[in-house]
């Protein structure tokens, strides 16, 4: 089964692109897995991903992915400007320290006219929003690099994510408006891991970006 934030990307870029998909990359391809499904449902030619940690790198190189070792938090790529179609970074951005060199390679590298689809945790997601009121630490921040602190029925010693940055609607809009892109598109998505009755709630109101669960933008150059 696909994930549901994998059918959303596809969704909105086959709804708003104006050409020919030739290559596309993922920036924190990870296993490969993201790019790989987008890629195929797009008919891109050539498949990219980058990314900091050799491990997942060789799982995307055996999915057919051109995959190549960078730190999206300093490095410049190594790519020509304008040499990409469509380029992707899904629930990355929360994890860089410095997202805003990753803005800028992102649109020297894509063609103009080309998208850019960012994915990322919703800081203000209507859950954290009720938990806030009552004193609890919002979903995906962390205040340990050891211990998951402050949450509502979350496990104190469960893994935390890396999380360094996290973002609403609004701000994750306004940077992407910083660096001359043009949003066009957004949606939000759920995961069904909610008690029923909630669950049901959040996929109504999911159907709001700026109150989902997880963020997706798709922005031009």
Known sequence: MINPRVLTTIDLITKNVNSKVTRIIDLGCGDGSTVREVANALGAVEV????????????????????IKTDLNYDILPFENEFFD?????????????????????????????????????????????????????????CSTVY?????????????????????????????EL???????????????????????DQIISMIPSMAQIIIIIAQK
């Open 86 to 142: 469509i380029i992707l970074m899904e629930e990355v951005i929360e994890h860089l320290i410095n997202p805003d060199n990753a803005f800028k390679e992102a649109y020297r590298i894509l063609k103009n006219g080309g998208l850019f689809i960012v994915s990322t945790p919703n800081l203000a997601w209507w859950v954290n929003r009720l938990i806030l009121l009552l004193g609890y630490q919002p979903y995906w921040s962390e």
């Open 48 to 67: 990219y991903g980058v990314d900091v940690n050799e491990e997942v790198l060789k799982k995307a190189e055996d999915r057919g992915v051109k995959v």
């Open 179 to 201: 660096y001359d892109f043009k949003v066009v598109a957004s949606k939000g998505v759920t995961y069904s891991n909610l008690p029923f009755l909630f669950s049901y709630i």
């Open 148 to 176: 998951n602190v402050g949450k509502f029925k979350r496990d104190l010693r469960r893994p935390i994510s890396g999380h360094l940055r996290l973002y609403t609607y609004r701000a994750l809009k306004q940077l992407l």
